[in-house]
């Protein structure tokens, strides 16, 4: 049986106040049968839609004050795969940071 990860940490954040939240993603969070990440990864992480569903709720429950991302190295097999994995959970916060109006979305002639 599968963790709902995105339901814990919701969980979490309705039971505290965080905000501000310093956001960081180390990619070995992630379940091995994605990629191996570095040398630190393990079984029963988080799926693509795991990490895309939690990213995406952050922004509802706290005010992120800053963004990071780290503990990829890529050289390990499926490097490829988990570092396109990385950039979509990427675009996904920034659009629940637009969605949510914590980051503005401004055009080239603002």
């Given at each position: ?27 070995d ?32 429950k ?49």
């Amino acid at each position: 049986e599968r963790t709902n990860f995105a339901k814990q940490l919701g969980d979490v954040l309705d039971a505290r106040d965080l905000s501000p939240a310093l956001v960081h993603l180390d990619l070995d969070v992630l379940d091995d049968s994605l990629g191996r990440v570095n040398g630190y990864a393990a079984p029963r992480g988080l799926y693509e839609d795991d990490l895309l569903e939690c990213l995406s709720i952050l922004p509802k429950k706290v005010t992120p004050a800053a963004f990071t991302v780290a503990s990829f190295d890529p050289r390990f097999e499926g490097g490829d795969k988990v570092a396109l994995l990385a950039v979509d959970a990427i675009k996904g916060f920034v659009k629940s940071l637009i969605e949510t109006g914590a980051l503005t979305k401004k055009t080239q002639d603002q």
